[in-house]
């Protein structure tokens, strides 16, 4: 090897010594933190990490890097010097664990390989030096079997069965029950399994079963579900595995030994407090493994005092160190503790408000790292209502839960009898073995989806959260049975069509009958019906209290809500909106006064068309008039009509056949024949693409007139009234700057005719959505007739994808998401590089032309957590979201911000 690349040769071994919790690139989350916790003088069994980036070359040339095997012996013998005793030495071994340890925890990684450096000869002498016989073939038969089945890829049932034999043969429940011979003969059969199933013999040197699970786990990072799982989590491929070799303490050397798990706060309260769970006589997972009945961690105090007190003591020097809940591994042996493992612990939603809370009270932590340890989407699942905490319902089963939510209803199992009962008035529980396209309007109609099959990414998943709605789904202990109409949960009972049944989408759960849904806590506290400050308002809620007023103090994205009415609007304004951001002007035209709209687009002459018109404007003034009340002193963006206009004329089967039959009974309707005419004419094969939005407006004589008159009137009113008016004046679909120009100088006729009629100045501004790509790539020129843009992000990502939403998300995002082409729905989080880059550049473009200009978004991106971040990050002024959604587009803005140093202060 030349001179130079020995020079550059990098390190690929740490110990334990060398290490921190910032390293978790280099090595590893568990590494990174193993490292910490021996730099704190904590009792961890001396070890070293292999780094990532030898996994890294690893991977790429399919060879370990050639100076990493001395160095990993030059660590093994330091360990050895250390331990006084050599890996597998004959007459007293050394043993390891070799554990997998990337950046980010990973499903689909290798599983940890316990007692490394057993082989026929050294486990006689771990059963001489520990005076047990039972303890050494215990750990032997433990090593085959992991050894086996995660690095030689055995099929683990093998192993288990194997293993239930044994128990069986000598009529006992428990492996502790079996004896030294027991094992020392399930160690024999064990080694058959290895040598019948792989071809070789199970290897008896430590070394090379050592460097086997290394490569083992460097192989695991690129299994099939690793990768999945890092093509949804955008987790990058090439970040690699580090590999932690860690010399083995022993819970299973008897009563005097153990192996537990902890955290050092509730993690679903946050309260002080011990928590956890302990299993005496056990090695590693059998704790969590359900395998024997585990003690509460509190007993181990009556049981080994020093360990307990001692453990104390490092819980709370931990939480102190990483100012956080942290969750731990530990092992007792013959009384002496040892520490595994340990990170920041996962917690639930409420938890993590109270958490936040509390650190901030302790001195622990500030306001803006308070904001960092709370998210949105732990907000939105605090909003929904919940099944009463204690109800009585009787649990049928659990499956995953895919949609949050509570919902009640009767037991349906096909699409065509939900849709019948829901309009019949029932409530319905869809329940499917799997749901497919076909059950799209059941879902539609259901208060709720149930499905037996299919994990998170799922059909039925997929579209209950487009859709918003309650949603368990791969409930498998549930026997759905769709031909008989019934469904048949673990202990027998039968769930018939139009039993009662209860689902809860944010644990899982479903029950029998129905379960009282209450409010949330949460919810009540927005809408202002309870108080932070209220002796009985509860723990949570005054912790998210707290949380919203740091939130409101940071950010700089202001929150505006999607609102077509006073009744939302108020809502919406004490949920913390600073105004509304799209006002969608369709829903005026429907009921009673679609009457008017279908004579406005039949008129033959102007002045069947101007009574059309002069019909709707009281109607469309007086609309506006509420929504400015109550958004008084608030901006309110209203947007003209959009939707194309056959949208609010008769179904053109039902049309057609009612002519055919005033036809046959030469009973001519002339008005019908002519609708039907009407309706023919608007047909449009691809409406989204057609008449619509600006373009009615232009070739509709009188229509954007019409409601530019109403809100001018309604300003006006507002103005006589005292009153604040803030009315800015939207256009929706325009693809050119000309389009604009031409609505515009209409516009402003009518609004200088309203002031002067009425004595006032009123201020009305005019601006644009952004939502065809077309009027983003030619955003400079649009903003010269522009005040305002909103980024209309739905029909942008409908539009720049090619996807039309109803069409695609119901067939084939399923598919889409299990290949991995993409992590989340591009509708539910906003495709950055694609969409989000025509977003940035249109705001540049535009504030390029007009300094001053006015840039925010409506669509639903405006309240995804993930989307808001990057709102901020282009310097928008504000999101827009339906109101149920503004807490939480208020929270991410605040982190958006917090996270960001300086809150973006280079835009306004
Ligand atoms: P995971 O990533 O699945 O938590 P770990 O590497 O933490 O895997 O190991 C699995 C189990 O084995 C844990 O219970 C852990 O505490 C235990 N374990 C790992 N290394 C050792 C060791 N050197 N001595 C004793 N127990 C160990
Ligand atoms: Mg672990
Ligand atoms: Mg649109």
């Known amino acids: ?51 990532t980036e030898a996994c890294k070359e690893y991977l790429v040339s399919g060879e370990e890097p050639a100076a990493l095997r001395d160095e990993v012996s030059a660590h093994l013998d330091a360990l050895e010097a250390r ?55 215990d750990s032997y038969r433990r090593l085959i079997q992991m050894f086996g089945k995660t690095v030689l890829g ?38 058959e399994i290895v040598a019948k199933e792989t071809g070789r013999d199970f290897p008896q040197d430590p070394r090379e079963q050592m460097d086997l699970a290394v ?93 307990y007190d001692e453990l104390m003591q490092i819980m709370q020097k931990l939480e102190t160190h990483y100012l956080d809940l942290c969750d ?174 209860s689902i809860d989408g944010s644990t899982g759960k479903v029950y029998l ?17 309870m108080h932070a400050g209220a002796e009985d308002a509860d723990e949570l809620v005054a912790a998210v209290h707290r949380i919203m007023a740091y939130a409101d103090r940071v950010r700089r994205l202001r929150v505006r809500a999607n609102a077509d009415n006073a009744e939302d609007a108020s809502r919406a304004r004490r949920f913390g909106a600073q105004g509304i951001g799209l006002c969608r002007t369709e829903h005026m035209f429907l009921g009673e006064r679609r009457q008017y709209v279908e004579r406005l687009i039949l008129a033959e002459s102007d002045e069947e068309r101007e009574a059309a018109l002069t019909a709707l404007t009281p109607l469309q003034k007086d609309d506006f008039v509420s929504l400015f009340e109550a958004m008084d002193g608030l901006p309110v963006t209203v947007r003209l009509l959009d939707p194309p206009l056959h949208e609010f004329l008769p179904d053109i089967t039902e049309l057609s056949v009612r002519v055919a039959l005033a036809e046959s009974r030469k009973d001519h309707n002339e008005n019908d024949l002519r609708l039907l005419q009407a309706v023919h004419r608007l047909h449009e094969q691809n409406p989204m693409l057609g008449l619509r939005g600006v373009r009615l407006g232009l070739v509709i004589p009188g229509l954007f007139a019409m409601q530019v008159k109403a809100i001018a009137e309604a300003a006006a009113d507002r103005l006589d009234a005292k009153g604040d008016p803030r009315a800015e004046i939207m256009i929706p679909l325009v693809g050119t700057v000309q389009e604009l120009e031409l609505v515009r100088d209409e516009a402003e006729q009518v609004i200088a005719e309203v002031e002067a009629r009425r004595g006032v100045e009123l201020k009305l501004t005019l601006g644009t959505m952004i939502e065809l790509p077309r009027a983003a790539l030619t955003a400079g020129q649009i903003a010269e ?30 598919a889409y998401l299990e290949k991995g082409i993409f992590g989340v729905s591009p509708f539910e989080t906003i495709d950055r590089d694609g969409v989000g880059a025509l977003v940035r550049s249109a705001a540049e473009a535009g504030r390029a032309t007009r300094p001053d200009l006015k840039l925010g978004v409506c669509g639903e991106h405006g309240g995804d957590p993930e989307s808001v971040h990057f709102f901020h990050e282009v310097g928008l002024d504000y999101v827009s979201c339906s109101p149920f959604r503004i807490p939480v587009a208020r929270l991410e803005a605040a982190r958006a911000a917090a996270a960001t140093e300086g809150g973006g202060s280079d835009h306004r």
């Open 1 to 51: 090897m030349p001179e130079d690349q020995q020079v550059e040769q990098q390190k690929f071994v740490y110990d334990f010594h060398e290490g921190n919790k910032d390293l978790k690139d280099l090595l590893g989350g568990k590494g990174a933190n193993l490292a910490e916790m021996t730099n704190l003088g904590l009792p961890v069994p001396p070890g070293f990490t292999i780094t």
């Open 83 to 137: 331990m006084g005793k050599k890996l597998g030495q004959a007459d007293d071994p050394l043993l390891v664990s070799v554990r997998s340890g990337a950046k980010f925890s990973m499903p689909g990684m290798m599983d940890t390989v316990l007692n490394i450096g057993l082989s026929d000869e050294s486990v006689q002498g771990l059963a001489a030096q520990a005076g047990e016989e039972r303890f050494a073939w």
């Open 154 to 191: 055995v099929d683990g049932d093998l192993f288990e069965e194997a293993l239930e034999g044994a128990k069986h043969a000598k009529g006992v429940a428990s492996d502790v029950e079996l004896e030294a011979k027991d094992l020392k003969r399930l160690v024999q059969v064990f080694k």
């Open 215 to 307: 490569h083992a786990v460097f192989d695991s990072w690129n299994t099939d579900r690793a990768k999945l799982y890092r093509r949804q989590e955008r987790i990058p491929h090439d970040l690699g595995t580090a590999v932690n070799v860690c010399s083995m303490v022993f819970g299973n050397l008897g009563p005097d030994s153990g192996t537990g798990v902890a955290f050092t706060r509730d993690p679903a309260s946050g309260h002080a407090g011990v928590y956890g769970d302990y299993l005496q006589n056990a090695q590693g997972e059998d704790v969590v493994a359900g395998i024997r009945n585990t003690m509460q961690l509190a007993e181990l105090e009556g049981l080994d005092k020093k360990s």
């Open 328 to 501: 731990i591994e530990f092992t007792i042996e013959r009384g002496k503790l040892w520490m595994l493992q340990t990170r920041v612990g996962k917690r639930t939603a409420a938890a993590a408000f109270r958490i936040a809370t509390q650190l901030v009270d302790q001195g622990l932590i500030d306001e803006a790292e308070a904001l960092q340890r709370v998210t949105g989407h732990q907000l939105a699942q605090l909003m929904f209502p919940r099944f009463d905490s204690d109800h009585k319902g009787e649990l049928l089963g659990r499956g995953i839960a895919a949609s949050p939510g509570a919902a009640v209803g009767k037991a349906v199992f096909d699409s065509y009898t939900a849709v019948k009962w829901s309009r019949s008035g029932e409530k319905v529980i869809l329940i499917r073995r799997e749901t497919n396209p076909d059950d799209l309007d059941g879902m539609i109609a259901a208060e709720g989806i149930l499905t037996s099959r299919g994990g998170k990414t799922s059909h039925a998943a997929v579209v209950a959260r487009g859709m918003g709605k309650t949603c368990v789904c791969g409930a498998e202990e549930l026997e759905v049975d769709t031909k008989r109409r019934r469904m048949t949960a673990p202990g027998g009972v039968v769930i018939d069509e139009g039993d009662l049944v």
């Open 513 to 529: 009958g129905d379960v009282p849904v209450v409010p949330s806590p949460v919810v009540e506290y927005f809408e202002g019906r």
């Open 785 to 814: 007739s522009a005040d305002f843009f909103s980024f209309g992000t739905n029909d942008l990502t409908q539009t720049v994808w090619g996807f039309s939403r109803d069409d695609v998300e119901a067939s084939f995002f399923t």
